[in-house]
């Protein structure tokens, strides 16, 4: 079974500012998906960003960037220039490419960017 | 296209009472997935299906606890003889396929008081 952490429950950022959100998760299987879905305030879950376990190459979304360190089982997610707009829930989440297609979701962060 | 549509927004209900929720995904999608999120958790999985077909199911999903597809489009979750441990937000996604981007819906709020 896999598992995915997320070990900052709360953290805020002034705007503009650089913030780092921490994941890690584990698994047996090697090949498979990893996700950063963000869930503003009463409104849907949406995806920022997806990095697939085979690619060296980290994942970059404009602003969003990801850390993917496949040995140590690590996924952070960097938000640059950080904006109001970005204060909302990130969750963390993993998907085997093979098999079951559910997702397993971390805990989830609250990121609050202060103006 | 709107985006996946879940409905009821928010359900309270008495325990012991049935409820129903309903979900219409993208158009064109076949692929609809159920899960559930309680306060400070992330969504846990509950159910997905492949047009009609309901392929998993987690063990979440009790008894009490039934979805349909029927025509490969909408689907629905029905909850029977409610519990208060049933309150949570239940929410639902929806993809064109196992390697492409899950598209969610923004949820059904059960209170069961």
């Known amino acids: 079974a896999q598992t995915v952490t997320q070990s900052q429950p709360e953290m805020s950022v002034q705007e503009a500012e650089t913030v780092t959100l921490s994941c890690t998760y584990d698994t047996s299987e090697n090949n498979y998906y990893l996700f950063w879905y963000k869930q503003p305030p009463s409104r849907q879950m949406i995806l920022v960003i997806r990095?697939?376990?085979?690619?060296?190459q980290n994942a970059t979304e404009n602003r969003f960037s990801v850390n993917f360190q496949k040995a140590a089982k690590s996924f952070s997610l960097k938000i640059s220039d950080s904006q109001l707009g970005d204060t909302a829930m990130y969750f963390c989440a993993f998907r085997t490419i093979f098999g079951n297609e559910k997702l397993t979701f971390g805990t989830g962060t609250r990121l609050t960017i202060i103006p | 296209d709107t985006g996946v549509s879940q409905n009821p927004r928010h359900k309270i209900t008495k325990r012991g009472q049935n409820v129903t929720f309903r979900c219409d995904p993208i158009s064109e999608h076949n692929r609809l997935y159920w899960y559930r999120q309680t306060l400070g958790q992330g969504p846990e999985f509950l159910t997905y299906?492949?047009?009609?077909?309901?392929?998993?199911k987690s063990r979440l999903l009790s008894d009490r606890f039934s979805a349909e597809r029927p025509k490969g489009s909408f689907s629905t979750l029905e909850i029977q003889r409610t519990e208060q441990g049933d309150s949570a937000m239940y929410l639902c996604a929806s993809s064109l396929g196992p390697q492409i981007e899950a598209f969610f819906g923004q949820g059904t709020r059960l209170t069961v008081v």
């Open positions: 990095q697939e376990a085979y690619k060296q």
């Open positions: 299906f492949q047009n009609e077909a309901q392929l998993e």
